[in-house]
């Protein structure tokens, strides 16, 4: 099993610009998240998943999107690139709500706004 | 609003010294308590969870309790090693939500030698 990847590893974007994050479990897990860690932060929560076709937001959705068409892929869609979300972007999937189940990350995207 | 809050932010302790980690919670409401490790440019690892109706895990090197009704948990690490040399993270799983964490900053470790 590979896990949680992440694709791509870093990206510099130009203000304005825009571009997806990939995130791929193979797991079969139906939970998944997205979060962004600042430096010398903890992680927010962005958006996240309880299933195909099911997502909310987190903590601090604004200028981001999401979308969920299979159970494997959450991928996470900035639309106009902001300073302000230079980050480093961590998915994340678990196999359902409940107080047993663990979280599982990605390696992360290493996202530069300039 | 859940507050997680870990004490220190960093710590530096000679290699085989005995260390604890602090974790504290603001609501006790809590499903469960994850201790994650975190490597400089690299992703989380889950290294402990406890459940909200337990007192302690162990792994290995590594003990982790929770008191619940106080809000905190401590990360015990035993024998402490270079290779124990990271960010520990805790997290806090919400009751009645659907699986959201909310995370404490750090506490950076270095074990020298």
């Known amino acids: 099993n590979a896990g949680v990847t992440q694709t791509p590893k870093f990206r510099i974007l130009k203000i304005g610009q825009s571009m997806t994050l990939q995130c791929t479990q193979d797991m079969n897990h139906n939970y998944m998240y997205w979060y962004r860690q600042d430096p010398g932060m903890g992680l927010k929560l962005i958006y996240y998943s309880v299933g195909a076709g099911i997502t909310d937001k987190g903590e601090v959705p604004n200028g981001y999107n999401v979308s969920r068409s299979t159970t494997e892929d959450f991928p996470l869609r900035l639309e106009l690139a902001a300073p302000s979300q230079t980050s480093v972007y961590f998915c994340a999937s678990s196999s359902s709500d409940g107080g047993y189940n663990e979280q599982f990350f990605g390696p992360g995207t290493r996202l530069t706004v300039l | 609003k859940q507050e997680v809050t870990q004490i220190p932010a960093a710590l530096s302790v000679p290699e085989g010294e005995n260390l604890v980690l602090n974790c504290s919670f603001t609501?006790?409401?809590?499903?469960?308590l994850q201790w994650f490790r975190q490597d400089p440019g690299k992703g989380l690892t889950s290294l402990l969870l406890i459940q909200s109706s337990q007192r302690e895990q162990t792994s290995g090197r590594l003990n982790a309790s929770l008191d619940k009704s106080s809000g905190r948990s401590t990360l015990y690490i035993a024998a402490s090693q270079p290779g124990d040399s990271a960010t520990y993270l805790c997290?806090?799983?919400?009751?009645?939500?659907?699986?959201?964490?909310?995370f404490g900053t750090g506490t950076r470790l270095q074990v020298t030698l």
């Open positions: 609501d006790s409401a809590i499903y469960n």
């Open positions: 997290a806090v799983r919400h009751a009645g939500t659907a699986s959201k964490l909310t």
